[in-house]
């Protein structure tokens, strides 16, 4: 069963393309803020959350394919930020990151979700089951959300570079 388009599906998918949207300074390589890691993983969480929320029919087998999801692709995401090449700066929380395309493939991928949910509840009929959906948008989260906090706690123990002049010049 799919709920008819509401406001909550418009403001699911302006999430998802804050999302890749906020994903895009990442994968373009470059110095950014710490604290912006976690931008795409936040509204990614939004998204499966409100798709998790939406789903009429619920089980413990559905939940359980989500929880599955969301630790599968954190698992992921996990590994990926511990294996990418970054550069810290601690005094000034910055970042630099290769280019890469994983975050946005992925945030990709949230987008995709919330387009697919926005669509059958336009039609309101079910172009994929909603577990399916509701489990692609977890999966998508936990990877954007573990690569993030992998990033992030490799700050600390990572050796201090300057990178504050390579954000003004």
Known sequence: MISPLSLANVLML?????????TSPQSRGGVVRLWRLAMPA???????????S?????TLQHDAEWVIALLL???????R??????????MWGLARLPRTVDAL??????????AIDFISSVLEEALIAPVHVAAGSAFCAGFLAC????II?????APHVGLRDATHG
């Open 147 to 150: 690569r993030a906090l992998a």
């Open 14 to 22: 302006f999430a998802a393309f804050f999302c890749l949207w906020t």
């Open 81 to 90: 930020g511990w294996t990418l090449q970054v550069e810290i700066d601690r």
């Open 73 to 79: 692709g954190g698992f992921i995401g996990r590994t």
């Open 42 to 52: 936040a509204f990614a969480a939004v998204v499966a959350l409100m798709l998790l």
């Open 105 to 114: 493939v992925i945030a990709g991928g949230v987008v995709t979700v919330a």
């Open 153 to 157: 706690v490799r700050a600390t123990r």
């Open 54 to 58: 939406s789903m009429f029919d619920a």
